[in-house]
Antibody
Framework: EVQLVESGGGLVQPGRSLKLSCLASGFTFSNYGMNWIRQAPGKGLEWVASISSSSSYIYYADTVKGRFTISRDNAKNTLYLQMTSLRSEDTALYYC?????????????WGQGVMVTVSS | DIVMTQTPSSQAVSAGEKVTMSCKSSQSLLYSENKKNYLAWYQQKPGQSPKLLISWASTRESGVPDRFIGSGSGTDFTLTISSVQAEDLAVYYCEQYYDTPLTFGSGTKLEIK
């Protein structure tokens, strides 16, 4: 069974940093592109970033480019999102999701999400 | 960026009725080399993560009831639920994966009368 479990969220002040993790199981993690997608409270879905299976290709939404860094450790089956210079508009539930067939594919499995609240 | 426009934003139907919802993209999602439309539909029930229903505009995922039907090509797409059930209460999103940035529609909220 495919499982994606996010962690690392919480309350953080504007301008500070936070690192999210997503532990994957039930599939060969190193074969799949992975993504972060967020959902602000009561709002729709917003793609944040994607990383290819070998980390060769990485894409970001313009809203986070230069502030967020997506990475992965295939040996640990873990996806990361390092978030810096956080703003109130980054407040959202952050989902980890697997891509199929490639880095820019649809999202066939999602985690349960982790909440990030940016507030003073 | 490819803009995805979903209509209506919400609709209320009775159980057993047929419902259709629209998703339009600002540019074609049909890739000429493989004749595939790079369009997916997701269902998000209250308090849950989104769930993939349909990929390639019309390919239903394993385990998804056959009352969910995806259709369309190019820039115009439709999700049809042939006979709505109470458990279909959810927000439905379309997503294009033709190009980055990957973009979602704003969603159609389905309410059951």
């Amino acid at each position: 069974e495919v499982q994606l479990v996010e962690s690392g969220g919480g309350l953080v002040q504007p301008g500070r940093s936070l690192k999210l993790s997503c532990l994957a199981s039930g599939f060969t993690f190193s074969n799949y592109g992975m993504n972060w997608i967020r959902q602000a409270p009561g709002k729709g879905l917003e793609w944040v970033a994607s990383i290819s299976s070998s980390s060769s290709y990485i894409y970001y939404a313009d809203t986070v480019k230069g502030r967020f860094t997506i990475s992965r450790d295939n040996a640990k089956n873990t996806l990361y999102l390092q978030m810096t210079s956080l703003r109130s508009e980054d407040t959202a539930l952050y989902y980890c999701a697997r891509s199929y067939p490639g880095i820019s594919g649809f999202f066939d499995y999602w985690g349960q999400g982790v909440m990030v609240t940016v507030s003073s | 960026d490819i803009v995805m426009t979903q209509t209506p934003s919400s609709q209320a139907v009775s159980a057993g009725e047929k419902v259709t919802m629209s998703c339009k993209s600002s540019q074609s999602l049909l890739y000429s080399e493989n004749k595939k439309n790079y369009l997916a539909w997701y269902q998000q029930k209250p308090g849950q993560s989104p769930k993939l229903l349909i990929s390639w505009a019309s390919t239903r995922e394993s385990g998804v009831p056959d009352r969910f039907i995806g259709s369309g090509s190019g820039t115009d797409f439709t999700l049809t639920i042939s006979s709505v059930q109470a458990e279909d209460l959810a927000v439905y999103y379309c997503e294009q994966y033709y190009d980055t940035p990957l973009t979602f529609g704003s969603g159609t909220k389905l309410e059951i009368k």
